[in-house]
């Protein structure tokens, strides 16, 4: 029926680089962005060729990247917002790019990509938002996030935050991809032994109580 017939049409491979050139990226071009980025989480083998040279002059970029991750519901995208809301204020002339990655479900094998929700100072062509799936369970990233930060340093974004999904308690993978980790919990993390347990701890180089203004949170 019609039903079908529409699903069939929209099954296809997306993230079509046909065409794109290096110097699209470097140029900032948007869709060349985050078409690039979808090559390289569907079909990495397709654009080693861009990549890789993207990879190699990535060495030699100085923009930082910020990584922000936490326990789930502890505030990371809310806190992201506020920070661009204040970066793009204080720093008129300058653009910021955001990799948000959400778990991958492991029963269903889908996402959602809700952090953009939160996020309310990003309608400006001066932030480039990308939400990624881990695309695999019991991961804090995607296993491609390196070629986005990569792709995203390359447009010429002065800052980049790369956001995880929530993590538990001995998970530290950020602390790889990022030149600034901080760390995001809540006042209720059980007893002060708890504490010990959380390996972030011993990496994160800022760690935020959020909620902290909440009632019984000292």
Do not use: W
């Not at 980025?37 to 569907?42: F, G, M, R």
């Not at 990022?178 to 701890?201: F, H, N, R």
């Amino acid at each position: 029926g019609m039903i079908n017939d529409l699903l069939q049409k929209a099954d296809f491979p997306v993230g079509d680089v046909k065409g794109l050139k290096p110097d699209d990226i470097r140029q900032g071009k948007t869709h060349a962005i985050a078409s690039l980025i979808t090559a390289a989480e569907n079909n990495p083998q397709s654009i080693k060729s861009i990549t890789g040279t993207l990879t190699d002059e990535c060495e030699g970029l100085t923009s930082p990247v910020l990584g922000i991750t936490g326990t789930g519901g502890a505030g990371k995208s809310s806190l992201v917002d506020e920070l661009v809301r204040r970066f793009l204020q204080a720093n008129p002339e300058m653009k910021m790019a955001i990799l948000s990655v959400d778990p991958t479900r492991r029963k269903s094998g889908g996402a959602l990509l809700g952090d953009r929700i939160r996020m309310n100072a990003i309608n400006t062509p001066r932030v480039f938002m990308r939400s990624m799936a881990t695309r695999q369970a019991h991961r804090a990233l995607s296993k491609y996030i390196n070629d986005a930060v990569c792709i995203v340093k390359n447009a010429g974004f002065d800052l980049v935050i790369l956001e995880s999904s929530g993590i538990g308690q001995g998970d530290t993978e950020i602390v790889d991809y990022a030149d600034i980790s901080l760390y995001v919990m809540t006042p209720e993390y059980g007893a002060a032994s708890q504490l010990e347990k959380i390996d972030m701890l011993d990496f994160a180089d800022v760690i935020a109580i959020n909620k902290s203004d909440k009632r019984g949170a000292a």
